[in-house]
């Protein structure tokens, strides 16, 4: 059977826009490199996964003239969607508008926030998202409320919450695709970081996957991986995707293909895919293909004092967006602010194995910990690559001067809210989860391979929905922004491709 659409990846871009197409009844088979993750014990066993590194993928980049490095980037059905924090904020309004930073300029979006916001209220019923409106200054305007309401702050977190807005800070509730009871009631564990096996995380197998397979004309295809997508004889529409499976090659000719391999491979992919008429990839006539990398400049910041003790378990039910637009006395945006999964002893020494576990566990009883994050702007020397099989990464950081005053920012009101130690540490290429633009979208085919429907202007047949196709990172998380481009563009192919 030749399917109408075949879809590259199921996480949160693929899995979001075979949601948005499924009901149309187009034949559509889902091609997804990993397997399922099965219900084990080792997922929620913390020093499976952040000692042993029991889920880590084993794959290598490069680094430009460099060594390699273990990426955390996560291969299986769901993507890494399976190992989310779950927070699915919506950029800001100001996000898809041209934004000055300290270190350079944040381009505009091919469309306003107005215009996208109805994608994102589809994208926050499909994940099923809880949340409320009123307490963040910089919640832009939503035509209907959260499907659900917020997860409650635990005990010794509301505790840090009025500290904070004792301070004057505006600390609101994350939206979270998180069913609280039914996760807690496998086992009492954060969830970010920890794999989903449904037990109530609204990733995006158990949320977009499970509505698109939930019809006869949707098919997944586990363990295959897509190695070439090739052009027909015109050398415009995408003819032929390739993949192995079990050792065996195998070709379809589908009149559409949806790219949806994650930002770094999905522009690996189309370089790869590089022929004689197209000699620096597939969809790459305006060469930002690859280009234009960025991921969140991020921290993690422990605040301690021997007079709190945090007894949570999961932690992670608020943020903090008051340097978000400004630095918050009328200087550039910083960035955001939230919780992070609760850091344990067991957590902690993966980064610290030289300090006894319950030196580090005793610690974090008396510490709270939260997550940093300012926007990275998109630079053409930000860079996917490939050699051969290798892909190279050279990530050039953009705006870390704002990162620094972010952080600077937070250790100053952590200590006036009572924790006196506050420490941080960033993270670096090894963490590439917030990865995005490398296969923009934009209105000039000259300086974006996609148009504002994520369509590539070279190959008319052929759309990106992963978070490639974000022009700009914010600086906020990107699931919910990726979901509902997926959901606007299975519109538009409904509308534009599939009407009779
Ligand atoms: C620990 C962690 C916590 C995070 N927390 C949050 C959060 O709280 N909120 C948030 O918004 N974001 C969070 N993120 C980021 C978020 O998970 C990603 O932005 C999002 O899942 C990316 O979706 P995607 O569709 O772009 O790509 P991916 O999730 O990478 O999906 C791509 C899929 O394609 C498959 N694939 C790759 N190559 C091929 C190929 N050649 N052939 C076939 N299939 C292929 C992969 O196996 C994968 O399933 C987090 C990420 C991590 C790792």
Redesign the pocket.
């Known amino acids: 059977m030749t399917p109408d659409i075949v879809i ?7 899995a979001s826009v075979a949601a948005g197409l499924a009901s149309t009844g187009a034949r559509i088979v889902i ?4 397997g399922h993750i099965p219900d084990q014990p080792e997922n929620r066993d913390q020093r499976a996964i952040f000692q042993r590194g029991h889920f880590r993928p084993k794959e290598q980049w490069h680094e430009v003239g460099g060594g390699p490095f273990n990426p ?10 399976k ?7 919506r950029y800001r309004r100001e996000d898809f508008l041209e934004m000055q930073h300290l270190e350079g300029v944040s381009p505009a979006w091919p469309f306003s926030y107005e215009e996208f916001e109805p994608w994102y209220g589809k994208a926050e019923a499909l994940y099923q998202v809880r949340g409320s409106l009123g307490d963040d200054p910089t919640e832009p305007v939503h035509s209907a409320p959260y499907p659900y309401p917020p997860v409650p702050d635990e005990p010794s977190i509301s505790a840090v919450k009025a500290r904070l807005k004792a301070r004057g800070l505006h600390p609101s509730p994350l939206p979270l695709g998180i069913d609280i009871d039914r996760w807690m009631a496998k086992a009492p564990t954060p969830w ?2 920890h794999p989903n096996s449904d037990d109530g995380k609204m990733d ?1 197998e158990s949320t977009a996957l499970a509505a698109a397979l939930s019809y006869s004309n949707v098919t997944l295809v586990t363990h ?4 070439l997508l090739e052009t027909g004889t015109d050398g415009k529409a995408i003819a032929a995707v390739v ?1 192995e499976r079990d050792g065996a090659e195998v070709r379809l000719t589908p009149q559409l293909v949806v790219l ?4 770094v ?1 999905s522009a690996a ?1 189309l370089l790869r895919s590089a022929s004689g008429r197209h000699s620096g990839g597939l969809g790459n006539s305006s060469d930002q293909v690859g280009r234009n990398f960025m991921n969140h400049n991020s921290s993690a910041v422990l605040a301690f004092s021997p007079s709190y003790r945090n007894s949570s378990v999961y932690q992670k039910t608020f943020g903090i967006n008051d340097y978000y637009l400004s630095d918050g006395a009328g200087g550039p945006p910083l960035g955001n602010i939230q919780l992070l999964g609760r850091v344990s002893g067991t957590i902690l020494k993966a980064n610290l194995p030289q300090v006894p576990e319950w030196l580090l566990g005793r610690i974090s009883a008396h510490a709270i910990d939260f997550y940093t994050i300012t926007e990275d702007l998109p630079h053409p020397e930000s860079r996917v690559m490939v050699e051969g099989e290798r892909i190279v990464l050279k990530w050039t950081r953009t705006n870390w001067k704002s990162h620094e005053l972010l952080v600077k920012r937070l250790k100053a009101d952590l200590r006036a809210a009572g924790f006196p130690l506050v420490l941080s540490r960033s993270f670096d290429k090894r963490t590439p ?4 633009g490398t296969v923009r979208i934009g209105t000039d085919p000259a300086s974006a391979p996609l148009d504002p429907f994520s369509r590539s202007f070279d190959h008319p047949n052929l759309f990106v ?4 196709c974000l022009p700009t990172s914010a600086a906020v ?4 922004t ?1 979901a509902a481009q997926a959901l606007r563009v299975a519109d538009h192919i409904t509308r534009t491709e599939l009407a009779a």
Request: hydrophobic content about 40%; some cysteine; glycine content about 18%.
């Open positions: 590259i990846g199921s996480g949160i871009g693929g091609l997804e490199a990993g955390g980037n996560y291969y299986n059905v769901g993507g890494n969607s190992f989310y924090g779950a927070v699915l904020y970010d970081a995006a295959a991986r897509v190695n993949y949806a391999a994650g930002a491979q992919l989860s917030h990865q995005c929905t992963d978070a490639s998380n990107p699931a919910l990726i």
